[in-house]
């Protein structure tokens, strides 16, 4: 992922992304595109990874990865990413 891209999500993670969750275990990222968190943090979803229907990208701590569906929470439904044109 570039500045410019990191930029964006960064930025769409301050506005609430699509929702939110809470880790329910600890997970150590194990690739340099995975999230790693800690049980209890509270993570923003940014988006759901396409063409996988339980990989998430999130935003926790000032970093941005992926995460499995099965470690965390979700608080509620998550909302539909809406595209804009720039």
């Not at 990191?6 to 194990?30: M, Y």
């Not at 926790?60 to 965390?72: H, W, Y």
């Amino acid at each position: 992922m570039d500045a410019s891209e990191l930029g964006r999500w960064t930025r769409f993670a301050a506005k609430g992304g699509i929702g939110k969750c809470t880790a329910l275990q600890d997970c150590i990222a194990e690739q340099a595109e995975d999230l790693m968190f800690m049980k209890d943090d509270e993570i923003t979803v940014l988006m759901q990874v396409p063409g996988k229907a339980d990989t998430y990208l999130g935003y926790c701590e000032g970093v941005v990865g992926n995460l499995v569906a099965d470690a965390v929470r979700f608080h509620g439904r998550l909302k539909k990413p809406v595209l804009t044109k720039r």
